[in-house]
């Protein structure tokens, strides 16, 4: 069964610093991946995917991600964050052959000025 | 474009009533998807279609709930009677799931559902 950890409930940076966002995933071969934000009150919007090429995926917002095979990774990445990025932020998963995704337990992002 | 709309945005019941939530998928879609959000399960899916029929409803609670989609740009989930465990945000989402698409989901900006 496919799975997904997001190991940092709760993250603080400083507006302009860097962010990392952790993400590993169980799966047998390489599954789809994505990721999403959550502001309060509102749905998921995605940010970027992956599900093969390149490992390193641009998405909006100024975000990227990279996926590691050997470390069954897919990290969020942003160089400077600004305060608007404060939002919980969702890994998901989907194997080829099925359609729904599978969802880590999010990680919440929180800006400081 | 509309994306995918639900209602009621939010409800507020008393244990034992009946509640129905709404979702219109994207034109053109062809899957959709039920899923609730609460802190202390995060997301969880419910129930998906495919072409409208129902395709896993494993991650239905109980019995209490049923989920339906008459035509392709209409579902409902029903919770009957509702409990107060029930409390939390139920998405919709839908997508195309044809040949060369990676099926990213798209949400609507669901339904907070409390019972008390």
């Known amino acids: 069964a496919q799975s997904v950890t997001q190991p940092d409930i709760h993250i603080t940076v400083s507006e302009g610093a860097s962010l990392e966002l952790r993400c590993n995933y169980s799966y047998g071969a390489t599954p789809y991946l994505f990721w999403y934000v959550q502001s309060p009150g509102q749905g998921l919007q995605l940010l970027l995917k992956?599900?093969?090429?390149?490992?390193l995926v641009q998405g909006i917002k100024g975000f990227e991600a990279e996926f590691k095979r050997s470390q069954s990774s897919f990290n969020l990445r942003k160089p400077s964050v600004h305060w608007s990025d404060a939002a919980e932020y969702f890994c998901a998963v989907k194997s080829p052959g099925r359609r729904a995704l599978t969802f880590g337990s999010g990680t919440r992002l929180q800006v400081q000025p | 474009d509309a994306g995918v709309i639900q209602s009621p945005r939010h409800e507020v019941t008393e244990m034992g009533q009946e509640v129905t939530l709404r979702c219109k998928p994207i034109s053109g879609h062809n899957s959709l998807f039920w899923y609730r959000q609460t802190m202390m399960r995060g997301l969880e899916l419910l129930i998906y279609?495919?072409?409208?029929?129902?395709?896993?409803d494993s991650g239905m609670p109980e019995d209490r709930f049923s989920a339906k989609m008459p035509n392709a740009s209409f579902s409902t989930l029903k919770i009957q009677p509702s409990e107060p465990r029930d409390s939390a945000v139920y998405f919709c989402a839908s997508v195309f799931t044809g040949t060369a698409n990676t099926g990213e989901l798209f949400f609507g900006e669901g339904s907070r559902l409390t019972v008390l």
């Open positions: 279609f495919n072409n409208n029929v129902p395709i896993d």
């Open positions: 992956y599900f093969s090429g390149d490992t």
